[in-house]
T-cell receptor
Framework: SQKIEQNSEALNIQEGKTATLTCNYT??????LQWYRQDPGRGPVFLLL?????KEKRKERLKVTFDTTLKQSLFHITASQPADSATYLC??????????FGAGTRLAVHP | DAGVIQSPRHEVTEMGQEVTLRCKPI?????LFWYRQTMMRGLELLIY????????DSGMPEDRFSAKMPNASFSTLKIQPSEPRDSAVYFC????????????FGDGTRLSIL
């Protein structure tokens, strides 16, 4: 079965720097991969989707890459702000409309 | 537009009691998902529906769990009898039927079984 690995340790960075979060998977390459943001006490919120035939996707300060050879996705937040502090989850397609979520990485951006 | 609405937001009950969690998906969404989130296991898919029909319930932990979707605007997840190990946050999510669509989550029900 598909196994997804996200860094379980929190990522602490200074405001203004670029945050880079990693999502690795072990089995088949998914048709697409999604990134979500989750704040304490709230449900996950969709951020970006990238398909297997796309290498990079951007949205404002966010950038996602997808390397099917390395079986890895990187999620970047440029010019990070304290408001970006949250847990970020990657999710892989596990069949039609079905997602398999990673455990998430907590990001803390310090002023 | 209203998002996915879940109720109750918090539920505390004693072991052995029946628990019913409720979800109203976004209007026009054909898929509905129930997830459970714990520190140990993360976000796990329990069951999902397409056009009110259960498609995959392989994540339902055991027979004590059941889910229904009587119409396009309402779904329930029931636990009977409840056990302390069922304590978790339960999320409902919905999406459109266009393939690889993002899922829209409610804010969850925090369930504590004493």
């Amino acid at each position: 079965s598909q196994k997804i690995e996200q860094n379980s340790e929190a990522l602490n960075i200074q405001e203004g720097k670029t945050a880079t979060l990693t999502c690795n998977y072990t089995n088949y390459s998914p048709a697409y991969l999604q990134w979500y943001r989750q704040d304490p006490g709230r449900g996950p919120v969709f951020l970006l989707l990238i398909r297997e035939n796309e290498k990079e996707k951007r949205k404002e300060r966010l950038k996602v890459t997808f390397d099917t050879t390395l079986k890895q996705s990187l999620f970047h937040i440029t010019a990070s702000q304290p408001a970006d502090s949250a847990t970020y989850l990657c999710a892989l397609s596990g069949g039609y409309n079905k997602l398999i979520f990673g455990a998430g990485t907590r990001l803390a951006v310090h002023p | 537009d209203a998002g996915v609405i879940q109720s109750p937001r918090h539920e505390v009950t004693e072991m052995g009691q029946e628990v019913t969690l409720r979800c109203k998906p976004i209007s026009g969404h054909d898929y509905l998902f129930w997830y459970r989130q714990t520190m140990m296991r993360g976000l796990e898919l329990l069951i999902y529906f397409n056009n009110n029909v259960p498609i995959d319930d392989s994540g339902m932990p055991e027979d004590r769990f059941s889910a229904k979707m009587p119409n396009a605007s309402f779904s329930t997840l029931k636990i009977q009898p409840s056990e302390p190990r069922d304590s978790a946050v339960y999320f409902c999510a919905s999406s459109r039927d266009d393939g690889n669509q993002p899922q829209h989550f409610g804010d969850g029900t925090r369930l504590s079984i004493l």
